[in-house]
């Protein structure tokens, strides 16, 4: 338990489909991160919010769409996505965003199947 | 362009043996951390190096941080099948963007009893 809590741990959908992934931290900190993890990649930081204002979007599709409501909520809603999204989505917190990073602590991931 | 390297990426071994993973950079960290990831699980903190040549320790496990801050190395002695996972090392840099951290591709460690 890391007290990073996602829903759902699986999720299969269609490409025209629409759903969301959520992220409820209960540590206590006021950033909230989305990653991406697949197989041949490294994790790829997604979007990153502070304070719940987002701070950094790395020139992720449109079809992933962000919502941070309050420091201990973070949801990532899909839309139309691709065979290719199909990966690990990480939720993560920390205290605080500073330069020179943070210390983070992931949720367990949500498995993505875009079919 | 990998801005993290770690190496070796694949590693099976017996139980009883020691190793050791690299993960090496041209660029300087101001922090490095090391990550286990179980299959199907989120990557978990095992620990943070911020001072160039420092060394932890966390039972079997020993992380050290190159005095130039590029670089780092985690050894496990007497390695036991609960060790297995993928190890990921992570940077952050100086001035990096908000909390941003740089993830290696990782190495995956197999313990064979």
């Known amino acids: 338990e890391t007290g990073v809590t996602q829903t759902p741990r699986h999720l299969v959908m269609g490409m025209t489909n629409k759903k969301s992934l959520k992220c409820e931290q209960h540590?206590?900190?006021?950033?909230m991160y989305w990653y991406k993890q697949s197989a041949k990649k490294p994790l790829e930081l997604m979007f990153v919010?502070?304070?719940?204002?987002?701070?950094e979007n790395n020139s992720v599709p449109s079809r992933f769409s962000p919502e941070c409501p309050n420091s201990s909520h973070l949801f990532l809603h899909l839309h139309t996505l691709q065979p290719e999204d199909s990966a690990l989505y990480l939720c993560a917190s920390s205290q605080g965003v500073r330069p020179g990073g943070n210390t983070i602590y992931f949720g367990e991931g949500s498995w993505l199947t875009v079919v | 362009t990998q801005l993290l390297e770690q190496s070796p990426q694949f590693l099976s071994i017996q139980e009883g043996e020691n190793l050791t993973v690299y993960c090496n950079s041209s660029s300087v960290f101001s922090s490095l951390q090391w990550y286990r990831q179980e299959p199907g699980e989120g990557p978990v903190l095992l620990v943070t190096v911020v001072t160039g040549g420092e060394v932890k320790k966390l039972k079997r496990l020993t992380f050290q941080f190159g005095d130039a801050r590029k670089d780092s190395s985690l050894h496990i002695t007497a390695a036991q099948p609960g060790d297995t996972g993928l190890y990921l090392c992570?940077?952050?840099?100086?001035?990096?963007?908000?909390?941003?951290?740089?993830f290696g591709r990782g190495t995956q460690l197999t313990v064979w009893p």
């Open positions: 992570a940077g952050g840099g100086r001035g990096s963007t908000l909390g941003r951290l740089y």
């Open positions: 919010y502070s304070l719940e204002e987002r701070v």
């Open positions: 540590l206590g900190h006021n950033a």
